[in-house]
């Protein structure tokens, strides 16, 4: 996921999804790889242009161009790359689609692909995945909203999560000289911080209300799901009682370790990087430091990182992976090269040399991502590290919906504020969660 989708395209979503006769609750129009199409083999593609869209900012040229030569090299076609920006970019997908000479190979944002599944746009890439991941295995929360009832419709490009990052300087004037590995040493190490630092507007950990990112780990880790799916119907789970549980404890850490300010913003108003750089806060979780360095960069050397601890002995908590999947446009004429296109970028060359060591993202599997871990650095290695155990958000048309309304970052800030009991809080999302996650498309 790299963007919202505004509200009024759930409209268009909705009238493009009734245009191709699909509801959320039925397999995607057209479900079924097509019969006989093989990843293109050696110089299958001469004389032939494979167009690729790449959202702008994603990769660099010098990782675009590896895939490219890679690409080439392997089958002769060659590559005309077209940068999208990420203004309106799904409404222009969406029209792109359904013409009759769209894109060959398109860059769609991880939770977007069964938006554009559903409506009969995308090749189901299925039955090519033995040879697609070559013994790799996908991060899930890449892979998994890429699988819509039971196919799959793209592959992962790269992925980007989140981990603890600290001000060194704090921990260390609070006497703590290691990282925590279990919740309990966190919630220890944080106490000693808590006592050492008493101004009102200071966070031990700075936590965010609406952050549902940060709240679902909570819930995640405790067992609990955001919903869950059978006989094709969706239905909220957050009333469950291992939701329940990990609900409560996300209040019990955002009232403990952070100011009562932080129960009702976003992490962006006011930027918890501010806060961070500022001084007010020893932690916040975040995606990655950049935002900190840009505000302030003599903090560079002040800062660590590690995954976010879970309340299970020797695991971490399960994230919520941002990123990207390169998906085929099912009216693209070449198939076989739209899916060696596929390989190439999801190859461990590439994934190594490329999307990890130029761009800093992390490779799209748990193999991959070991095999690079010594060459990142060490702020670096703890968010891979975190990228290992990640949730994916449920796969339907439907969280479209949940992405444009906000209703979310709602919900968990009904329960940091305590508006509304917990109990009460997802009762009320539950019922929300069934009407946008089932919702029929409008004929």
């Known amino acids: 996921m790299r963007t919202r989708i505004a509200p009024a395209l759930g409209v268009a979503v909705a009238l493009a999804l009734g245009a191709a006769g699909c509801s959320s609750s039925s397999a995607p129009a057209g479900a079924g790889s097509a019969p006989g199409v093989a990843i293109a083999g050696a110089g299958s593609g001469t004389g032939k242009t494979l167009t690729v869209w790449y959202m702008q900012d994603d990769l660099t040229s010098t990782t675009v161009d590896a895939i490219d030569s890679a690409f080439t090299a392997a089958t002769g076609a060659k590559v005309k790359v077209q940068i999208q920006q990420w203004a309106n970019i799904n409404t222009k997908l969406i029209t792109a689609l359904a013409q009759n000479d769209p894109p060959d190979v398109i860059e769609i944002g991880n939770t977007d692909v069964p ?34 009832s039971g196919h799959s419709y793209a592959a992962p490009l790269f992925a980007g999560e989140r981990a603890v990052v600290y001000n060194k300087a704090i921990w260390a004037a609070a006497g ?18 808590k ?22 780990q909570f819930v995640w880790d405790a067992g609990g799901q955001i919903a869950t799916e059978s006989g094709g119907k969706w239905t909220g789970a957050l009333e469950s009682p291992q939701a329940i549980a990990g609900l409560q404890a996300y209040k019990s850490f955002l009232d403990t370790y952070s100011t ?23 932690a916040i979780l975040n995606t990655n430091v950049n935002g900190i360095l840009k505000i302030k960069p003599g903090m560079k050397d002040q800062i660590g990182s590690f995954p ?12 919520f992976l941002g990123g990207s999947d390169l998906a085929i446009a099912k009216k693209s004429p070449n198939q076989a090269l739209a899916l060696a296109y596929l390989k190439t970028a999801t190859s461990t060359q590439v994934q190594t040399a490329d999307i990890a060591g130029v761009d800093g993202w992390t490779p799209v599997s748990t193999q991959l991502i070991d095999s690079t871990s010594a060459a990142r650095t060490p702020v670096l290695q703890a968010f891979s590290e975190a990228a290992k155990d990640s949730v994916a958000t449920p796969a339907t048309p439907g ?28 009762q009320a999302f539950d019922q929300h969660l069934d009407q946008a996650l089932n919702a029929a498309p409008s004929e």
């Open 195 to 216: 006592a050492k630092n008493t101004a009102p507007d200071f966070s031990a950990f700075y936590v965010p209300g609406q952050y549902w990112f940060g709240g679902m």
């Open 308 to 319: 976010f601890p879970s309340s299970t002995a020797g695991k971490n908590q399960p994230v």
């Open 115 to 148: 938006m554009f599944a559903a409506s009969g746009g995308l090749t189901d890439i299925t039955s090519a995945l033995p040879q697609l991941s070559a013994g790799q295995t996908w991060l899930t929360g890449l892979e998994g909203p890429a699988t819509v």
């Open 399 to 426: 969280w479209a919906t949940i992405e444009a309304d906000n209703s979310l970052q709602s919900f968990f800030a009904d329960v940091a504020t305590g508006r509304k009991s917990v109990q009460a809080a997802a």
């Open 176 to 193: 703590i000289t290691s990282t925590p590995t279990s919740f309990t040493e966190l919630t220890a190490d944080l106490d000693k911080i």
């Open 260 to 282: 009562p300010a932080s129960q009702n913003v976003t992490n962006t108003v006011p930027d918890y990087n501010n806060i961070f750089a500022q001084g007010k806060t020893a």
